[in-house]
């Protein structure tokens, strides 16, 4: 599965498969917030003279954005019950974002690279929250650009990534060398389970 341009709210839902979800590099932290609001957040307080805005409560629940009511945008993939993906989500480096990604199969093996999945994130700016989410190499849990203490942890552009499994599953990229349904245990094998988040790593990869 793989989602070029995307700007809006992204929902995935897959089995055993790869999942690509490459941001627009103009996508927005609240896509149904008008641009004007969403920069008059950014550099709050404004009042009536625009020299007033001075960033120094930025995104504070009183903006324009979250005062209407307006949600912030989301990008969740995730697996079925039982399934392992690898999930790749790319996303622009300059929104606030909330990340959280994880393999929930259990148990892994942290010791042995072999013998888990891993959850990584690479934007620039990425800092890991105290709590759990960050104990071990298949999750991790942070943000990106937090704009200040005014603004509430846990909000911004939404990013979910969760693979329910990580282990092997069958696999061909050729429709020609599908074994057969019900016939797994010929058909050669793949490990899945990874997840990343990144910013331009999908860039030259195209749908």
Wanted: charged share 20%; with cysteine.
């Amino acid at each position: 599965m793989c989602i070029a341009g995307a700007r809006g709210n992204v929902d995935v839902q897959l089995q055993n498969g790869r999942a690509r979800v490459e941001m627009a590099a103009d996508a927005s932290i609240a896509p149904r917030c008008p641009a004007v609001s969403i920069q008059q957040c950014d550099a709050w307080p404004c009042a009536s003279d625009a020299d007033a805005c001075d960033g120094s409560l930025a995104w504070d629940p009183s903006c324009p954005c979250l005062a209407s009511g307006e949600a912030f945008g989301h990008v969740d993939v995730h697996t079925h019950e039982g399934a392992a993906a690898d999930i790749t989500i790319d996303v622009p480096p300059h929104l606030w974002m909330s990340v959280v990604v994880d393999n929930g199969q259990q148990p892994q093996d942290a010791s042995d690279p072999a013998g888990h999945c891993t959850a990584e994130v690479t934007v620039p700016g990425f800092a890991t929250l105290d709590g759990p989410g960050n104990e071990f190499p298949w999750e991790s849990r942070g943000d990106v650009n937090y704009p200040g203490p005014t603004a509430v942890h846990g909000a911004g552009l939404l990013v979910v990534g969760h693979s329910d499994a990580c282990g092997l599953v069958p696999f061909t990229d050729l429709p020609e060398a599908f074994v057969g349904t019900g016939r797994g245990d010929a058909q050669p094998t793949e490990k899945r389970g990874d997840i990343e988040v990144c910013s331009g790593c999908l860039v030259d990869l195209g749908c």
